[in-house]
């Protein structure tokens, strides 16, 4: 089923948690929502043994949430963030879908000829800035978006657009990645040849 795209429902923020151990996940989720109005989009167990939780909402309301589960769990936080005006792409793509023909689907694949970008972060919570801050450096796609399952822990993101705008996007998340101590291996792909080596190999 395809989803036409609702700008009005992306919240003002969304809060990334990443916890060792599920009590402790649960502890957080817990004073999360009773620190402030947010809303819990999913909170699940990834490879590793990482709790995760994603929160969304006004911004004020995600920080303060966000700190409140930190200061709960102490030391059992490995990582997170917390993204205002967090782009609509990306807030898609954390439901597992992807703007393409002005709907929203399941996978998109990239143009003919076009550039793609992939970055590979060592923390989820990374994945996502670095996602986000790819998106609002320049015009490019997001074409998938993987976080922590099977990739022990880590995370990572391509995207696509013409050869300029991939690359203003690779950098901008390179650096976003590497400011947080969390950036993997990048890649940029001119001419990315979609026919001999289908996107969905790497899902």
């Known amino acids: 089923m395809k ?3 609702r700008l ?11 916890i060792k151990g599920a009590a402790d996940g649960v502890a957080a989720v817990d004073t999360a929502v009773k620190a402030a109005l947010v809303e819990v989009l999913q909170n699940k167990v990834v490879c590793s043994g990482k709790f995760t939780v994603l929160l969304a909402g006004q911004t004020a309301a995600v920080e303060a949430a966000v700190a409140a589960a930190r200061k709960e ?6 990582d997170y963030c917390v993204i ?16 393409g ?11 003919a000829s076009s550039a793609v970008g992939i970055v590979e972060t060592l923390s989820i919570a990374v994945g996502l800035e670095a996602a986000d ?6 015009e490019v796609n997001l074409l998938e978006l993987r976080l922590g399952y099977a990739l022990g822990g880590r995370s990572y993101l391509a995207f696509t657009g013409t050869t300029g705008a991939a690359k203003a996007a690779l950098d901008r998340a390179v650096q976003a990645a590497s400011d947080r101590g969390g950036l993997g291996s990048s890649c940029l792909i001119p001419q990315f040849n979609a026919a001999k080596f289908p996107f969905m190999a790497m899902a």
């Open 101 to 111: 023909d002005g709907l929203l689907k399941k996978k998109s694949s990239p143009a």
């Open 73 to 78: 769990v102490g030391a059992s936080i490995y």
């Open 8 to 18: 009005e429902r992306v919240p003002s923020a969304v809060g990334f948690l990443e």
């Open 133 to 138: 801050a790819a998106l609002k450096a320049a």
């Open 84 to 99: 205002g005006r967090v782009h609509p792409s990306l807030y898609w793509a954390l439901h597992d879908q992807f703007p």
């Open 3 to 5: 989803f036409r795209m």
